[in-house]
C-alpha cells in the first residue's frame, strides 16, 4: 500500500469512529429525552391525582368538622383530631391606601413595608378581634375550619 493509501484508510477508520461516536451520542440524547418525557408525564399524572386527593380531604374534613361540633377533639387510633380555625388577612387591593392609613391609626404601621405581610396582618387582625376591634372592609379576612391531627 502507498503512503497516500494508508493515510485514507486511517482517514476512513477515523470517519467510521467518529460516525458511530455521533450515532451513541445521538442515542443518548433521545433516551434522555425519553426519559425526561416520562417523568414529566408522571409529574402532571401525579398533580392531578393529588388535587383530587386535596378535594376529597377537603370535603371529608369539612364533614368530620360539623360531626365534630360537640367535642374538643377525639382520640383514635390514628391519633387525635382536634378542630382548629385557620385565618387568613390581606389587603384588598383596590383600598390599599385606606388600609395603610387603618394600619398607621391602629399602631399597626410596623407592618407596612413595601407591601404588607399576610402572616403578621394576620397576626395582627388576630389579636384585635381577640379585643372585639372593629375590622375595616379594606382587610380581606377568611376563616377556613380545619381538623389537625397529633399522631399518638
Do not use: H
Not at 7 to 30: H, S
Not at 73 to 93: H, L, W
Not at 111 to 130: D, F, P, Q
Request: neutral net charge.
Amino acid at each position: 500500500m502507498t503512503e497516500n493509501m494508508e493515510k485514507i484508510k486511517n482517514i476512513e477508520n477515523d470517519l467510521v469512529t467518529l460516525f458511530d461516536e455521533a450515532n451513541q451520542l445521538d442515542q443518548t440524547l433521545t433516551q434522555v429525552i425519553s426519559a425526561f418525557y416520562k417523568v414529566l408525564t408522571e409529574e402532571k399524572n401525579l398533580k392531578k391525582e393529588f388535587e383530587k386527593a386535596k378535594e376529597s380531604r377537603m370535603l371529608l374534613e369539612e364533614e368530620l368538622f360539623e360531626r365534630m361540633a360537640d367535642f374538643k377533639s377525639v382520640k383514635t387510633d390514628d391519633g387525635t383530631f382536634f378542630k382548629k380555625r385557620n385565618r387568613y388577612c390581606s389587603i384588598n387591593s383596590e383600598k390599599r391606601s385606606e388600609a395603610y392609613d387603618w394600619l398607621k391609626e391602629c399602631g399597626k404601621d410596623f407592618l407596612i413595608e413595601k407591601s404588607v405581610n399576610a402572616i403578621s396582618l394576620t397576626a395582627a387582625i388576630k389579636e384585635m378581634k381577640l379585643k372585639r376591634d372593629e375590622i375595616p372592609e379594606c382587610i380581606t379576612v377568611v376563616e377556613k375550619n380545619r381538623i389537625g391531627v397529633r399522631k399518638v
